[in-house]
């Protein structure tokens, strides 16, 4: 790891990765509290992109959307 560190920094590729690492983090944290209304309306390659970065892959995903940030059907299920 401090061979990758010291990389990064003495090739001048830090300030990069830095920088891609923090749009990355403030892209995910403000797509997981938009509506299911807004998020329907970005085109479904890209949600999952984000949704990759976010560490929602496979069966995981956010509670009112899925992978591609449509609206989930809501499943009725009868409690007695």
């Not at 403000?30 to 509506?35: D, F, I, N, R």
């Not at 807004?38 to 995981?60: C, E, F, R």
């Amino acid at each position: 790891m401090q061979d990758i560190i010291t990389w990064l920094t003495a090739n001048g590729y830090g300030e990069y990765v830095t920088w891609a690492t923090m749009v990355c983090y403030f892209v995910t944290q403000v797509v997981a509290h938009l509506p299911p209304a807004v998020t329907a309306k970005i085109p479904d390659m890209v949600m999952k992109i984000v949704n990759l970065i976010a560490g929602n892959y496979k069966h995981s995903s956010n509670e009112k959307t899925d992978l591609a940030g449509n609206e989930k059907a809501v499943a009725n299920v009868d409690e007695n």
